[in-house]
């Protein structure tokens, strides 16, 4: 295991607490091993990140998988506005959310906001996923057919279907289910729940 000179400890100081890059990061930068670097830090007391400090930090330096627009047209601040507004009525907001899910029955409520996600935050279309939520004596590969052909969303990208068998025949359904747009990304849960804040904060001033 290569060793590193003591004169080196302001230099790993200055990696690990002011640059904040992780051990294994100061490991390949110096051209060592990383136990070289866990042994260094413990023999001079550099105090190591908590799981939540390194999680924290992890999650920061996440690449995005999106790129919001911000150079908005008119027509385009009216579909940010709806889509936030949509996401505000039916999104799922909880903060142990790790990304966005929104669910509908209603094809133009999912029409609009698949086009928010695309046109506002340029999403990686590879992330979507929809789960279908159905009843038993629906022709379920006719409804994912008819939600992919409306989404864009290959059927590729569809999770295994909610199928609900307990209910009435006579009772009221919904024509084509509902379904669930999913996309992976906690930041970009996050982007959207600060862009309904501020939507709000500006309601309570008008």
């Known amino acids: 295991m290569s060793q590193i000179s003591k004169d080196k400890i302001n230099l790993v100081k200055n990696l690990y607490c002011d640059k904040k890059l992780s051990m294994r990061e100061i490991a390949e930068k110096l051209g060592i091993g990383i136990d070289a670097v866990v042994y260094f830090m413990r023999k001079n007391k550099i105090s190591r990140r908590s799981y939540k400090e390194n999680n924290a930090l992890v999650f920061k330096n996440k690449k995005l998988s999106f790129k919001e627009n911000k150079n908005l047209s008119f027509i385009e601040e009216k579909l940010k506005l709806t889509g936030l507004i949509l996401y505000w009525g039916e999104g799922y907001k909880t903060n142990k959310s790790k990304g966005i899910d929104f669910a509908n029955s209603d094809p133009e409520m999912i029409a609009i906001f698949v086009k928010f996600l695309r046109k506002i935050y340029r999403v990686d279309e590879k992330r979507f996923r929809i789960l279908l939520y159905c009843y038993a004596n629906q022709d379920i590969n006719f409804l994912i057919k008819f939600w992919s052909k409306l989404t864009g969303i290959p059927k590729g990208q569809f999770s295994k279907p ?28 996050l982007c959207i729940m600060e862009a309904i804040d501020l939507v709000k904060s500006n309601m309570r001033r008008w």
Request: proline content about 0%; cysteine-free.
């Open 162 to 189: 909610y199928i609900r068998k307990d209910f009435r025949e006579d009772g009221r359904k919904m024509e084509y289910g509902m379904i669930h747009i999913r996309y992976a990304d906690k930041k970009l849960f």
